[in-house]
């Protein structure tokens, strides 16, 4: 089952979403994402905030103060893992505003290494310690951000690397790309990385 | 002494560089860079770069070809740390681009703690174990994202914290302000955090 939660993001960094509604998810709007999916026609099942800045609460809305120890999207997160069977979970919305919360929710996928944050230019996950197939798609570019002190092998991209020990910081796993041999063989076998699939710059 | 270093990040999140070069710091270019600062009229003292799609190599550059392991800005920040006393390195153009070079800027921070990212709403930076004064200035947010488990202590802030144990992947930390007390006393027992101040979203 896919789960498809909406944040507050600025417009400009989320893609036209009716494509990710076809195999009917569940949609789960997170404050101002309301006002998201409603520009662009689509219904939400569910929707989770304080909703200060929307000015209304939207109906059989889960409300949360303002003022809390947990961001609306960690709430919302946490409410999808104790009440859905999800195989994968695709948040839109969740950068391209104020550089701390982009930050806070790349590392939240720690938490929550079911999901994947979509922007209009990129798909970004978190890999712990094991073995990932991961397609180019419509992508151009494969990069890798260790978290911590990392041991990578890379296959079936332009600069494979094996049993490399990749540091916190460096550079030399940022803008690989895929050969045409298929997916990309990843391997983490100590550590862990942010992987970001990116759209060509041209 | 202040070093500028300006990298080719989208115009929009740059502010204006007329007021940090008062102090006449050292101005460095970081590939298109160039073109950054030739349209906001400033002149460059040194250009680091492979400069394939500026199209041509600004007179005396510094020229590294297309494929390496370490980017333009890393390469400039090795040089500066190499041939100059900074005592205060301020980075323009290093986010708001592809979300994995941004991530990959973040992270270079820790191997260059006198560096500072600059945007148009947003200073970032990183801090080690120590001690920091941290000013509002025109500021309005405070956030601090560990990049490891961290213990904290947090005064003359809205939400202060005591030898605090802050996860990675948290909200805790996200969105605190300052007090009209002066500048915010930020410990830092154990770990490392990226630091940031952000203007207000109004």
Chains 1, 2 share one sequence.
Do not use: C
């Not at 689509?42 to 109906?59: N, R, W």
């Not at 151009?140 to 890379?154: D, E, K, W």
């Not at 940022?174 to 942010?194: F, L």
């Amino acid at each position: 089952m896919r789960v498809v939660i909406v944040a507050a993001g600025p417009a400009e960094d989320i893609p036209s979403l009716q494509p990710f509604m076809e195999e009917k998810p569940v949609v789960i709007a997170v404050d101002g994402g309301v006002t998201v999916l409603a520009q662009q026609g689509l219904a939400f099942d569910l929707a989770i905030g304080d909703f200060d800045s929307l000015g209304y609460k939207p109906e059989g809305a889960i409300i949360h103060p303002a003022e809390k120890d947990e961001t609306d999207l960690e709430l919302a997160l946490r409410y999808v893992s104790q009440h859905y069977e999800a195989t994968e979970v695709l948040v839109f919305g969740a950068t391209g505003g104020r550089l701390d919360m982009t930050l806070q929710n790349v590392y939240l996928l720690k938490q929550f290494p079911l999901v994947r944050l979509m922007t209009k230019r990129e798909e970004i996950r978190f890999l712990q310690q094991g073995q990932y197939d991961i397609k180019a798609d419509q992508y151009h570019y494969l990069s890798f951000i260790p978290l911590v002190p990392t041991r990578l092998t890379l296959q079936r991209v332009k600069y494979p690397l094996t049993q490399h020990d990749v540091p916190v910081g460096g550079s030399l796993t940022v803008s690989n790309e895929w050969t045409n041999q298929g997916p990309a063989k990843v391997t983490v076998h100590t550590g862990e990385v942010i992987a970001l699939r990116s759209l060509s710059d041209h």
